[in-house]
């Protein structure tokens, strides 16, 4: 691989010096040859790294390797801004261009001259409210075209639904994608409809695109229960799923033939694409009291998949679309070719001890791109050629955080108040450890189905740079765990949930890695509710709080959902379910909202939400703020611009990390 790629006269490239020996020594000890990005020697950094070095957006995202492995495309930093850049292995540059505020979400390579790259936004768009919308920019590398699907076609909405399939046809590249026709238009009329209880907005088609004459073919209608399709490699509908609300029933059919048939209270059921042969499918069930990934046979049997296991990611054939292997809790793919899972093990034998994160690989697997982090590592990208026996470092998430100054990670185990089997990321700060040290709760978004992991947090490590032990506690409803682990986190999310933390807490300060008299809890979205929850709901406990994008009080905020998706949507019986309206023995969720408890609040609160946020909106930190003053209590809030729920911009990015340090250090001081 070359040593760096040129674009504009400036030089694009990856890690640093210390990141190189470490890559090189890991190479070693593979029997690799290795080589990895030259670099001039850096200034000596401070100590500890600015902030800056943590709240940026990685230096490269949405890394994804082209079919024939000769090709990279990302999202990187040049020269301080981010480009999509297209490239190849020796380091030409094919496409490049800088994309500004745009929120790129995803690079997908169809072949090895056509590329995809998916960004989003937030506004309001043919009189639906305020939203997240989907665009995809189709690029031709033969051709230098960049083209925006569904753009000037009157015919539909710009923005889409969804990619499903793509895939090479007698030499043309296409793309399968879902979106709702403009009324009167090739889909007939599309009228919402709200008297169901669900909001439908329109329904989408399913339509195929050729990416290199962008003429458009229905490749299936869809109805209001009818919006998922599975393509077979011939690029047919191999499967389709029904929906219906009024009976909770999920189908599968194959042609007029159903297949496949259960009931999904939740709405957690959906098609998966094809299982291990092209005449199976893969059901995926998400629903809490059995997570299963089911192969549906075409007589209508199905097997479970590695029933009782933890599945975090799927792996399909790029060409077929056939299921090749799975990722069992976040772990080396486990792959059911015996050949093909022997080069992966050959690949990643001298990370062991690393989180490996894999984005991409040829077919045959004789190059992959995977990503490590932990131990020293703040996240490396990777390309491993197992033809030449060689290896590169692409380039690294934080450079600026070299490996000694990147702090310790590690499992913390502990029981809940009730007995429950409990777990938690501890991340110290790097240097000599001193015990009883102040500490930081930071508690995951979800809430349920989310885990951390002992990986790189760039706010973890922002935090234990300033001194401060990071706790992030994987509460009950955390994912990761298994299905009964997950399902026991419905009706607690104000509650057993929050105990949970303070158990850690608890337990931490009993084992002498902290100073619980010195704590803050700092969180987002559900982790923000946790945050103003820790200081009404809770009390006693710390000594200031910031929360970001969170819910301040639940029965607005159901109101909100039920007006925004209907209260037969997916989202309003999620959140029911998780806040245990109607659970027999649960308190009314007003009783566990904190803008309605702020007269109780304990401690100072800082509140920051971005003013696009489609999630949560920024009312509820809004409410949040009226009730502290009205009571007479400590509160700041920030809004951030033109910043949505996941903090996708780099520079509300850093102002938030800022903030939150400052906040925490000005209240819990480290020394």
Request: with cysteine; net charge negative.
């Amino acid at each position: 691989m070359g040593a760096k790629a040129s674009f504009a006269g400036v030089e694009y490239g990856g890690a640093g010096v210390a990141y190189l020996r470490w890559a090189v020594g890991a190479l070693a000890a593979l029997g690799l040859g290795g080589t990895a990005l030259a670099q001039p020697q850096p200034a000596p950094q401070p100590s500890p790294p600015p902030l800056e070095a943590y709240g940026r957006l990685p230096t490269v995202t949405s890394l994804s390797l082209s079919p024939s492995g000769e090709r990279l495309a990302s999202v990187g930093d040049v020269n301080g801004k981010r480009v999509v850049l297209v490239r190849t292995l020796t380091g030409t540059v094919l496409f490049a261009s800088p994309v500004g505020n745009e929120k790129v979400r995803s690079i997908d390579w169809v072949d090895d001259d056509h590329v995809l790259v998916t960004v989003s936004g937030t506004g309001s768009f043919d009189q639906i409210d305020i939203s997240e919308f989907f665009f995809t920019l189709s690029l031709n590398l033969r051709t230098q075209k960049a083209t925006w699907l569904f753009a000037g076609n009157p015919k539909f909405l710009a923005f889409h639904l969804g990619i499903d399939r793509t895939l090479v046809l007698n030499g043309h590249p296409y793309v399968y994608i879902r979106n709702v026709p403009r009324e009167g238009q090739v889909g007939g009329s599309r009228i919402a409809d709200r008297n169901s209880g669900y909001w439908t907005r329109g329904y989408p088609d399913l339509f195929r695109i050729d990416l290199d004459t962008n003429v458009i073919d229905v490749a299936a209608k869809g109805t209001d229960t009818v919006h998922e399709w599975t393509i077979a490699p011939d690029g047919s509908v191999a499967a389709f799923a029904n929906m219906d609300l009024s009976t909770n029933n999920f189908t599968v059919y194959r042609g007029e033939d159903p297949i496949f048939s259960r009931k999904s209270p939740r709405l957690t059921l959906g098609l998966a694409g094809l299982g291990r042969r092209p005449d199976t499918v893969l059901v995926e069930d998400d629903a809490a009291e059995g997570a299963q990934l089911l192969e549906v046979e075409p007589g209508g049997g199905y097997r479970i998949l590695f029933p009782g296991q933890n599945i975090t990611a799927r792996y399909h054939n790029p060409t077929t679309g056939l299921l090749i292997g799975v990722s069992l809790d976040h772990q080396i793919p486990t792959l059911f070719d015996k050949g093909l899972q022997a080069k992966l093990d050959a690949a990643t034998k001298p990370f062991a001890g690393r989180t490996i994160l894999f984005n991409s690989w040829t077919e045959d697997l004789g190059r992959i791109v995977f990503r490590t982090e932990g131990a020293g590592d703040s996240g490396t990208y990777w390309l491993v050629d197992l033809k030449a026996h060689a290896a590169s470092v692409i380039d690294n998430d934080y450079p600026g955080v070299p490996p000694e100054q990147t702090a310790p990670v590690r499992m913390y185990h502990y029981k809940a108040s009730d007995g429950l089997a409990l777990d938690g990321v501890l991340t110290l700060p790097p240097g000599a450890e001193r015990r009883k040290r102040p500490v930081v709760v930071l508690p995951h978004g979800g809430p349920i189905g989310v885990h951390d992991r002992d990986g790189f947090d760039w706010m973890a490590q922002a935090l234990a740079s300033r001194g401060y032990v990071v706790f992030q506690p994987n509460y009950r409803g955390s994912g990761g765990h298994g299905p009964a682990f997950e399902q026991a986190g419905y009706g607690e999310f104000g509650r057993r949930m929050l105990s949970d933390m303070s158990d850690g807490l608890a337990a931490l300060a009993a084992d002498g890695l902290v100073d619980a008299k010195r704590a803050c809890i700092v969180g987002f979205s559900y982790g923000g509710y946790a945050a103003m929850a820790g200081i009404t709901v809770q009390q006693g406990l710390y000594r200031c709080a910031v929360a970001g994008s969170g819910v301040a009080d639940l029965p607005m905020f159901l109101d909100w959902e039920e007006e925004r998706s209907g209260w037969k949507s997916e989202a309003v019986r999620f959140w029911r379910e998780a806040l245990g309206v109607g659970k027999a023995g649960a308190a009314p969720v007003a009783s566990i909202s904190p803008s309605r408890l702020a007269a109780r609040a304990d401690a100072p609160l800082l509140l920051i939400h971005g003013r696009n946020d489609t999630v949560v909106p920024l009312i509820q930190s809004e409410q949040m703020e009226r009730a502290m003053k009205a009571a007479g209590k400590s509160v700041q809030l920030i809004v951030t611009e033109g910043e949505d729920h996941w903090l996708s911009k780099s520079e509300t990015r850093l102002a938030t990390l800022k903030a939150a340090v400052a906040f925490v250090q000005q209240h819990n001081p480290a020394d």
